[in-house]
């Protein structure tokens, strides 16, 4: 038999996937367990982290500091820094786990996703007042990543199951022929801070229960969340070397992963320039190397809600602002641009405005009450800045564009910019961050132009009581996650497969059924079992 992903699901399958209850805190109780969760936490604070190869802890004499944005001072751990050597060793270490773990069968790589989300599960406060610390999410975003988590683990466990059992093929005379999914070799996991629970643990955990090894090179913002949960990946029983943890600069440790002729794929989630380079420096064959690497590139985007005349404005304004403020726009399906009919344009500012004001901005770890927390970190913040000086140029700033006066973190206000042109640079380049551009339309054909006017692809959203219009959006609007009277943010797992379009990315749909095919290769073995054949003597 060979490796992987062959043997049938086991005879006690698991209950059909369902999506994990979110917390919205409004019970005490929930609001007590995070509140000591994060007392906890931050009693925990300054934990140092090893690198893990081959099971092994690994520290460098480099350390990364895993900084709070909303208290910069506040080192929410530090996690060793690998270097070339580091990255060399990961690589041989899952090569050697590759050997043994693509022959373990597929119920047990799924069993430990299942116990995996279980012990999530039971440690549901801690991942949140780690999220809370460690990248500024307000308790509900918190909760949302870690439930987003638990469900990428049972999601994908149970779609290792189905591919075990492929759908018939077509019968043969003569032939018994069987087609079937198998692991690919070492990959090289990158994710993003954004999502740094779900998406880190999405990608790593679709890549080895279909029976790959893999490289973790969690993002430096990020990375202390990521150490946490390979311990628990270890828990739940991962052999060594099958997930290796290496944190270390993108540039240099990242390069020689990707560059490594053993990477057989590279699953990335982040921003389009660093998703371009790794596709770029991927594609180029080293010396030694026997096959075209698979790139799997989640990039960025630039995500426009369109609101037409006929709309009810009250939802859309309201839905504009949570899919534009959200985690301080740091989504890759946030609103940047919300594209306005002009006879309603003016009604919907007022409301518009009128929901960004409510908006309580502060520090997340104080409690629920507090809607938007920091931007990521410095340099995120300065960029921002940066877009918002060359917005007041290209529009009219009706609220924010400064730091929040009186806190010492990252904070940037929700900024709102008005009369903004289709081919502005705050209306075009992704800004990662709570800056929304107002876009006047004058009527919903030219409102659909401008919504596909940009190099991206990812999400959009229409508020429309017209039908005829959503359907002609849902002919022409061109992005892979499109949304009708709904804000465009929130991607449910199974409900909502997700990935975009055109720059935005190879359109991976993760959380949906073809997601673990881009992890497998199928192999397809025929034997002869009578003397009748099909007849034909041509074909490949
Ligand atoms: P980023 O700056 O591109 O970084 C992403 C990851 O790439 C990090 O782990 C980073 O490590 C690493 N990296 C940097 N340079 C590298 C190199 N030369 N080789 C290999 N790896 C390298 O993105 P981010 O700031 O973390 O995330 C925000 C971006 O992600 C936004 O553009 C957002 O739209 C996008 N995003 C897209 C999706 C989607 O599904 N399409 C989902 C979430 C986020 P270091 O941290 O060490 O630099
Ligand atoms: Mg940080």
Known sequence: MSASLTSPPSA?????????????????????????????????????????????????GKW????NPARPAEVVGTVASAGLDEAHAAMDAALRAFETWKRVPVEERAAVLFRAANLVRERRDDFNALLVLEVGKSWVEADADTAEAIDFLDFYGREALRYADPPKLVPVPGEENRLSYIPLGVGIVIPPWNF?????????????????????????????????????????????????????SGRTIGDALVAHPKTRFIAFTGSKEVGLHINELASKTQPGQIWIKRVIAEMGGKDSIVVA????????????????????????????????????YDAFVEKLLANVAKLSVGDPSDGPAVYMGPVVNEGALNSMLRYVEIGKKEG??????????????????PTVFGDIAPDAVIAQEEIF????????????????VIANNTEFGLTGSVYSRDESKLERARDEFH????????????????????????????DSKAGGYDYLLLFTQAKMVSKKVTAAGNGRSGGE
Request: aromatic fraction near 8%; hydrophobic fraction near 45%; include cysteine.
């Open 64 to 67: 990364i500091d895993s900084r």
């Open 479 to 506: 992005v892979g996650n499109l949304y009708f009277n709904r804000k465009s943010t929130g991607a449910m797992v199974g409900g909502h497969p997700f990935g975009g379009f055109n720059m935005s990315g190879t």
């Open 309 to 344: 005349a006929d709309a009810d404005l009250d939802a859309a304004a309201q839905g504009v602002a949570v899919s534009a403020f959200g985690f301080a726009g740091e989504k890759c399906s946030a609103c940047s641009r919300a594209i306005v009919e002009a006879s309603v």
């Open 433 to 448: 961050g709570p800056v929304l551009a107002l876009i006047k339309a004058k009527d919903y054909d030219e409102a659909l």
């Open 12 to 60: 006690a399958a698991p209950a059909p996937f369902r999506n994990e209850d979110i917390r919205d805190f409004s019970d005490p109780a929930d609001r007590r367990s995070l509140a000591a969760a994060l007392e906890r936490a931050r009693a925990a604070l300054g934990r140092r982290y090893p690198l893990v190869i081959d099971g092994k802890k690994v520290e460098t």
């Open 396 to 413: 009219t700033l009706l609220t924010g564009g400064s730091r929040v006066a009186g806190l010492d973190g990252w904070f940037l206000e």
């Open 196 to 248: 740094a629970f779900a998406i880190m643990a999405g990608m790593t955990t679709a890549a080895a229960v279909a029976g790959n090894t893999v490289v973790l090179k969690p993002s430096s913002d990020s990375p202390v969340i990521a150490a946490v949960f390979c311990a628990l990946l270890e828990e739940a029983g991962l052999p060594p070397g099958v997930v290796n943890f290496v944190p270390g």
